[in-house]
């Protein structure tokens, strides 16, 4: 006799029933968890950092100290015998001091300075240093020379030194060195030749010596 299976162990009929039932369950417990648990967020761990610490330390101030200044030397001025060194005197005027030195004017700037010099001659008597003289010369004719035609179209102006040998006598025995622009050396040696002089003293005798007679051109 063959026995039949009974309705509660036959799979096909129960299939559905348990499928859906087994859905339904799964909805209700998806649900139950979402009301639960509503919003889920994960926190980020944060390191603590060991925090940094800054030392500051006091630099000692640096000073440079200055040197002072050197101190000055005092100028003492000292008594020269160059022939270059002139003896302060103009043509206007009627005394020549000779023994007063001043700084050379400047040359004009468009004018070239020239030195000439004139050979010496053996001396048969010996110049004195005009500072050893007991006596300076003192002019009494003075000429002033001739204003140069070239030099005054062309409105040039200046200072010439002439370095002189004056003789017993007096006289100018001639001339050593021109020096200035060179525009007007003729004509200052020219005039310098003219000049006369009461002699120089040493021992009480009349002796040669030299100096420097400064002519000034200067226009009008």
């Not at 004017?105 to 053996?122: K, Q, R, S």
């Not at 017993?168 to 005039?191: D, S, T, Y």
Request: net charge negative; glycine share 2%; aromatic share 8%.
């Amino acid at each position: 006799m063959i026995r039949g299976k009974q309705a509660e162990a036959n799979l096909r009929l129960t299939y559905r029933k348990i499928l859906w039932s087994c859905f339904g369950v799964s909805i209700v417990f998806h649900i139950a968890i979402f009301a639960i648990f509503p919003e889920f967020r994960a926190k980020a761990y944060a390191k603590a950092e060991a925090p940094i610490v800054l030392q500051l330390e006091e630099i000692p101030e640096t000073k440079q100290e200055r040197k002072p200044p050197p101190p000055v030397r005092p100028v003492v001025p000292i008594a020269t015998d160059n022939p270059d060194v002139p003896d302060d005197v103009t043509i206007e005027d009627t005394d020549l001091d000779l023994s007063a030195l001043d700084d050379l004017l400047p040359p004009p700037p468009l004018v070239e300075e020239a030195v000439e010099e004139i050979g010496l001659e053996e001396e048969e008597d010996e110049i004195v240093e005009l500072w050893k003289v007991e006596k300076q010369p003192t002019p009494t004719k003075k000429v002033v020379p001739e204003y140069p035609d070239i030099a005054r179209k062309a409105n040039i102006t200046g200072r010439v030194y002439v370095i002189a040998v004056i003789d017993k006598q007096g006289k100018v025995e001639r001339v050593i060195m021109v020096k200035g622009p060179e525009v007007f050396h003729e004509a200052a040696k020219e005039a310098a030749m003219q000049w006369e002089f009461e002699p120089a003293i040493q021992n009480d005798k009349p002796v040669k010596v030299q100096v420097s007679l400064p002519f000034t051109f200067q226009l009008d």
